[in-house]
């Protein structure tokens, strides 16, 4: 059986098993795991190609619920790097919106609880809800910057060691921002 997205924000065929899916659900599938891997190695332009391609794909269907979808697929990977917004790609489609969209939306705004899965974007998420909502606990930032370490994920994981950066600071901890500006210089891949 093939993984679904994670979080569960593109259940295409390309997830079910039965009659062999569509071209347009291939080839969004591919769109979407290609845009969230850009995105998340904070490869911007190529994010931004993936995404365009992932919205022609899901047009050729009408369906505004799947671009819906996709919309929160971008507003989880922007949490998930501590961008936050009111997901506005979003909120024009909230009208076209299923009951399990409108909940995720609420997740992702901190209105809402949600238990994460076992896989890395969805804890990576969790954190980024709980930062957004001022409930995130240092557990949360050590496993966040964890995550995206572990996973390669230069985007989230530079916000995250911000946070750590000034959580350090503000603690006066010299010898921990030492380290965690040593590791911001790495990541950004300034010298």
Known sequence: MKRCFPAGLLLLAACASGPPPADWQLESYAAAKAFQKSYLEGASKAAESDFARLKKELSATGRLDLEARAELLRCALRTASLEFDDCPGFEKLRPHAAPEELAYADYL??????????????????AGVRMRSSRASPQDIASAIDVSSAQGWRRPLLAWLGVDEKRAEAAGDRDALERIRRRITLVSGKT
């Open 109 to 126: 705004a901190g209105r809402a609880d949600r238990a994460a899965s076992d896989d890395s974007l969805s804890k990576l998420v969790l």
